[in-house]
Structures are given as C-alpha cells and as structure tokens.
C-alpha cells in the first residue's frame, strides 16, 4: 500500500493537486533534533524550476510539523509532516479528462478506482509525492550520521540520453523536441558488515522495493550488474584483503548473500524518459472509444533524472536506517536528557 518499513516505517499521503502532501513517520527515534533548516538542501534539490531541463512548477516546499516535535526533538511519536500544494495549474487536465496519457497511470487508475481517482496532475500516482519521501529521507540521514564515524549517502547522475556530457545528453531532447532518460548511481559508506536477511529481506530485495517506489524507475543493478553476466567466475569475485571484509575489487557493490560486506555499497538505476512529452503521440479517446491524436501541455520536467539523485538518496537512507535499527546499531533514544528533579 502506501506504507513502508518494519521499525521506521513511514506512510506517504497526498494529491498532486490536493491540499497537501507528507508522511508520517512511525519508530523514530527520541531525542533527534529537527528544525525546518534540516529540510532546506535536500528539498531544494528536488525542486523543479530552478535547473534546466525541470519542470516551471514551483512549490515554497516548507516542511509543516504536524506531531512528533517538541521543542525541537523528536519524541519518539509518530511524526507527521506536511507539504503544502499551492502552485497547481488543474485546468490543464480537466480539458483531457477522457484523454488517458500515454505512459502515465491514467488509464489504469481509472479502472482500478472506478473513475473516483484524483487525476489532476496523476493524483496519488504523481511525483509530486517525491517531496514526502525526501522529508523522510532527510530524517534518515539524520539517525545514519549517528552510526559509528557516520553513513553518508550520495547519488549522482552518471548520464542522461546514454551521454556521460550531461548538457549533451539534454540538448538531444530539446532539439527532438522530446523528453529523455537517465542513469543515476548511489554509493554509500561506513555501513557495517551484516545487515540484510535471505532470502526475501536481502539488501538488494529491499532497496530494489524502495527504488521502485520512486515514479519512473526502470532497472537496478548492483555493483558490476549486468555486466557481471558476460564475466568469468574468477573475475567477478572480490578477493577478501584482511579481517575487516575488505577487498581488491567491489564488483559485488557491498553485498554478498543479501548481506552487506562492509564494502561500499554501490547501484545504479535506469530512470525512464518524461512520459509527458510535447511529441504527438496516439492514444485513445475513452468517450468516443476511438484513438486520437495526443500532445500533452503543461509543466513538465524534460528529463526526470535530474531531480532523481536526492529522492534515490532518501529511499536508500531509509532501507539502511530501518535496517540499522533492526540490528540495534541505532539506538532507540538519541541522547539522553537530564530530567529536572
């Protein structure tokens, strides 16, 4: 459903164009400190309007602390944040109603949800929803610096259009006249040797649940991926260099047998073009039953990779932070604070 994690568990609500958007966070740790100041960077980094090739659409994307905080630290309640909509534009799919788009969850929101869906703007199904899983992922990141000398995450785009040149790989699509795709890749360290659980809660089974939680994504892969099935055995496996879990090479990306190895973590994923594209495409009219001619108007990204890094960042923070917490590597109280006698 709309809910993930076993102790952090979080829960993402909201509409494209409703009233808001956020999440509520269940098991957070007590004691964290939190201010609207943490939320800043990574928030922005999402935003659209603000780098080319994103959408115009622009949000204020403040985080509002609905319960959980209490003079600045968490209380170990539940804690919810909120994300008001104020910059919606829902005429521009009114006029396309009977219209699903091509590669959107149109038309099979439709039919799941008997035409009760919120389809202004995909609704539920929008990557408007993206801003609550980066909230989260802030407070994530949060609880992983306090592991040991620190867990930091970090996602970058490895290329757009299949071109390393990043302008490059955009300046194809704008002179298309189209929208394109991208690769990005995540590489986390300090994480310990033995979180995940075979079989089915391996590290790879529940980063690949979350990733695919992001609107768009396509494929993973983890250390050498794919290329690993054109490799000889005996190139393809890390030689362990001492007592720590260290080795020679990483083509395993930080993980043997679903569990981590104490190496860096390291994956990527294919991150599809836009589906909202200025191209004509054909689609079907579900009033008249017939296909149409179809261009989609209004604020689109031109390519979804760049506002990807810091929501991949976030998921990631948020499989390995529930993980840590399973393993008791963080603990259930940040601190410890006087009580006044």
Not at 43 to 56: L, N
Not at 172 to 185: F, L, P, Q, R, S
């Amino acid at each position: 459903m709309n809910a993930f994690g076993r102790l952090f568990r979080i829960t993402i609500f909201g509409e494209s164009h409703g009233e808001s958007v956020g999440v509520n966070i269940d098991g957070c740790p007590a004691g964290l400190s939190l201010s609207v100041e943490d939320f800043l960077a990574d928030i922005e980094r999402r935003k659209g309007g603000t780098q080319k090739g994103t959408t115009p659409r622009k949000e204020d994307d403040l985080p509002i602390f609905k319960s959980g905080v209490f003079n600045g630290r968490t209380t170990g309640a539940p804690l919810t944040i909120l994300f008001e909509n104020k910059n919606t534009r829902s005429t521009d799919y009114e006029k396309q109603r009977a219209v699903p788009r091509p590669g959107h969850a149109d038309f099979v929101a439709h039919e799941k949800f008997g035409g009760y869906e919120d389809f202004r703007g995909g609704g539920h199904f929008s990557g408007r929803l993206t801003v609550a899983l980066v909230a989260a992922g802030v407070i994530a990141k949060k609880l992983l610096a306090t592991v040991g000398a620190g867990v930091p995450v970090r996602a970058s785009i490895l290329e757009i259009g299949g071109e390393t040149d990043l302008e490059k790989g955009l300046q194809k699509a704008i002179d298309a006249k189209d929208t394109i795709g991208g690769i990005v890749e995540c590489r986390v360290e300090g994480l310990p040797i033995g979180l995940g659980e075979p079989f089915f809660d391996s590290v790879e089974s529940v980063l690949s649940h979350a990733v695919f939680a992001i609107p768009a994504i396509r494929g993973i892969e983890f250390g050498t991926g794919f290329a690993a099935a054109r490799m000889f055995g005996s190139q393809h496996n890390d030689a362990i260099e001492d007592v720590s879990g260290r080795t020679r090479t990483n083509h395993a990306g930080g993980v043997v047998g679903g569990i981590s190895n104490g190496n860096e973590l390291v994956f990527r994923i294919a991150v599809k073009p836009t589906s909202s594209t200025p191209k004509e495409q054909l689609t079907l009219n579900w009033e008249t039953s017939e296909q149409e001619i179809f261009s989609v108007k209004g604020r689109h990204d031109l390519c979804i990779a760049l506002r990807v890094p810091v929501v991949l960042e976030a998921v990631t923070a948020l499989v390995l932070t529930d993980l840590l917490l399973l393993e008791q590597r963080i603990p259930r109280r940040i601190g410890v604070r006087e009580i006044p006698r």
